[in-house]
């Protein structure tokens, strides 16, 4: 079943108004969690790198900021580490991962110590950082394993059976917090999926507690833009990377996306599972037990070409999120919303969400009422028969049902060029923080002029 909602009918205009290129916040209303006490909201600017991650606990935050990256390095993410004070004022700290290496991912434990993933073009490294961003460990993760991983197909598909990365982008590994240990999950240089949960102590640092096969490695194609100078949702190699979560009972959901390669089949040989053969697009949702044992794997066929950007434990669902193309006309993309319960092995739905011109996801969150909000970006157009997307687009931030109906469009105002809202957090019982950019490029605003492939990031905190 697939239903179709619209920003334009039944829907209420303005929760609030933003002046988002002043740093403008709206007040708390009464019985929000406001009170004469709070901080003041959080208004960080991060000149020429979007915010496009961030975590919370209590009223400190951590943030990931990445520089927008030319089409010939695309695959190389070049971003750095932001740490709050205490208080979430400000930044306390910054961290750059060295020269030659780039910073993937991040995971925020409850004890405020943090754990960072970097890559290179073969291997990884896992560090831990202090609460107030002090190195305690530096450690390279290796996996013997990835060159006897299962691979479906001919082994000229993999160009590396030794690496811990596809040869096509680094970009394609990710952390997530389970108490003080870790879950690493990596696409390796076989295209295998791994999954490893890593205990951390303070005297031994990070070591291995189990290992599980999330995909078998299967051929996946390569893409290329003939024109343009910035790709701005990593469309040309959404089919590499993976996205991952945990939740508070350690159970772990990985999922990756059909398009553009053999995981039907390839899963389907290797697991024996029967999935439908004609399913071309879509994604493969699995998860796993904190033991490491697989719960189950849900199939969802979005019908047309898709972009899977988020996934997110929401209570006792996965939600998964992120564009797909309805219809091949300029403004045909749109979000959408899959909701998969836990340990879910059938097909699951998924829920169209269409608010003006061209719609994509990029995180979604739940409130402690139950009911949902999703951040993205709107209002863009693309070439129907391409990939080069408009310079004008808009923040997109909805509140969404439990069961993911679009309740209402939190209007937001846009500042010049594109806008993205790439990221969401609580803070404390407060308000939401909200990372993403505006002035941003589109494909080809760079073409002629390299000074124009820049973003004005922020990190802003809104209360309602």
């Not at 030319?70 to 306390?92: F, Y």
């Not at 949960?197 to 640092?205: E, I, P, Q, V």
């Not at 029967?274 to 019908?303: H, Y």
């Not at 979000?335 to 169209?352: E, H, S």
């Amino acid at each position: 079943m697939k239903v179709r909602m619209t920003g334009r009918h039944g829907v209420a205009t303005a929760l609030l108004a933003l002046l988002m290129a002043c740093g403008g916040g709206g007040g708390t209303p009464p019985g929000n969690g406001g009170g004469g006490n709070d901080p003041a909201p959080v208004q960080l600017a991060t000149p020429g790198q979007a915010v496009v991650k961030v975590r919370s606990q209590g009223l400190a935050w951590v943030a990931l900021a990445e520089t927008a990256r030319t089409l010939e390095t695309p695959t190389t993410p070049e971003r750095r580490l932001l740490i709050s004070h205490a208080d979430g004022r400000d930044a306390a700290a910054d961290y750059r991962p060295p020269a030659g290496w780039s910073l993937l991912d991040f995971a925020l434990h409850p004890s405020g110590q943090i754990s960072l993933l970097l890559g290179t073009d073969r291997t990884l490294r896992l560090l831990r950082l202090s609460p107030a961003g002090q190195m305690l460990r530096e450690q390279d993760f290796t996996d013997p394993l990835v060159a006897s991983d299962p691979l479906i197909g001919d082994a000229w598909i993999a160009r590396d059976h030794q690496s811990l990365l596809p040869y096509y982008t680094r970009d394609s590994a990710r952390l997530a917090a389970l108490g003080e240990d870790v879950a690493l999950a990596f696409r390796s240089g076989r295209h295998a999926v791994v999954l490893h949960r890593l205990a951390y102590a303070a005297t031994g640092g990070f070591t291995g507690q189990w290992r599980s096969l999330v995909e078998p490695g299967v051929y996946i194609g390569a893409r290329f833009l003939t024109g343009g100078s910035f790709d701005p949702f990593k469309s040309l190699d959404h089919q590499w990377r993976l996205v991952m979560d945990a939740d508070p009972q350690g159970r772990i959901a990985v999922a990756v996306s059909l398009d553009f390669t053999d995981l039907i089949e390839g899963h389907s040989q290797h697991f024996g599972e029967a999935l439908d053969p004609r399913v071309a697009n879509g994604l493969l949702l699995s998860q796993f037990g904190a033991d490491g044992q697989r719960q189950g794997t849900a199939l969802i066929d979005t019908q047309q070409r898709s972009e899977l950007h988020a996934l997110r434990w929401v209570g006792g669902q996965v939600a998964a999120a992120g564009r797909v193309r309805s219809r091949q006309v300029s403004d045909g993309w749109d979000a959408y919303l899959a909701l998969v319960p836990a340990g879910a092995t059938t097909a699951a739905t998924y829920r169209v969400l269409d608010f003006e011109a061209g719609d994509v996801a990029f995180d979604v969150v739940r409130r402690t009422d139950g009911r949902l909000l999703l951040a993205g970006s709107t209002g863009y157009t693309q070439n129907p028969t391409g990939a080069s997307i408009s310079e004008e687009s808009k923040p997109l931030l909805a509140l969404l049902s439990a069961d993911g109906q679009l309740q209402q469009r939190i209007t937001l105002t846009p500042g010049p060029r594109h806008n993205q809202l790439r990221a969401l957090a609580p803070r404390g019982d407060i308000g939401w923080l909200t990372g993403g950019m505006e002035n941003g490029p589109g494909t080809h605003s760079a073409d002629s002029n390299a000074a124009l492939l820049v973003s004005d990031g922020y990190l802003r905190e809104l209360r309602f």
